[in-house]
């Protein structure tokens, strides 16, 4: 930058001659080039747009803006409503421990618990509740979790050997996993 700033002694350089008299020493002047016809006819259109063009095209916008809007709210609301779902299912999974409890003791056989028992079962699967975790199964650790390993000889793959409690998942939201005892090949 210091080398290209003048030095107080030196001497000016010539003037530039300015660009007005380059253009008309290169050529016609633009002004006459067109006729005032040619002047109103591309002033028209590029200052005066169509209105209703304009509001029609803002209509569409809005009307589309409209439309993703109320297509996402009923995905957060219907998102929404299956975690309230699954919370006040999750809260009464003690409830239907107890009955898996009560009947494996045998204290559901008959009687009116046996259909208050059945009554909540088919109140929770109405809103989508299944079990996960049955004996046998391949073991998941996405949707199981592994208490115990028994070392196996006659097992290819972890497979569930007993379940210790029952998970629950609704859809695809799991709410719970089973808590299992896993055969596991022996080595």
């Known amino acids: 930058m210091a080398d290209e700033k003048k030095q107080p002694d030196e001497e000016p350089e010539e003037p530039v001659e300015a660009p007005e008299d380059l253009i008309e020493a290169e050529g016609p002047d633009i002004e006459t080039s067109f006729t005032d016809e040619d002047l109103a006819f591309l002033a028209g259109d590029a200052i005066e747009p169509d209105p209703a063009a304009e509001l029609l095209a803002d209509l569409k916008r809005v009307q589309a803006e409209f439309a993703n809007y109320r297509k996402r709210v009923d995905r957060e609301r219907e998102t929404a409503r299956d975690a309230n779902t699954a919370e006040v299912v999750k809260a009464l999974l003690p409830v239907l ?45 996405n949707l199981h979790e592994a208490l115990v390993q028994l070392p196996t000889p006659d097992v290819t793959v972890n497979t569930i050997a007993d379940v210790i409690a029952q998970g629950y998942k609704i859809g695809d939201r799991l709410l719970r996993p089973a808590k299992v005892a896993v055969s596991v090949p022996a080595e």
């Open 97 to 141: 421990d107890d009955f898996a409890l009560a009947e494996a003791h045998g204290d559901l056989t008959d009687g009116p618990m046996l259909v208050i028992a059945q009554k909540f079962r088919a109140g929770l699967e109405k809103f989508g509740l299944t079990a996960i975790g049955e004996k046998g199964d391949v073991f998941d650790p």
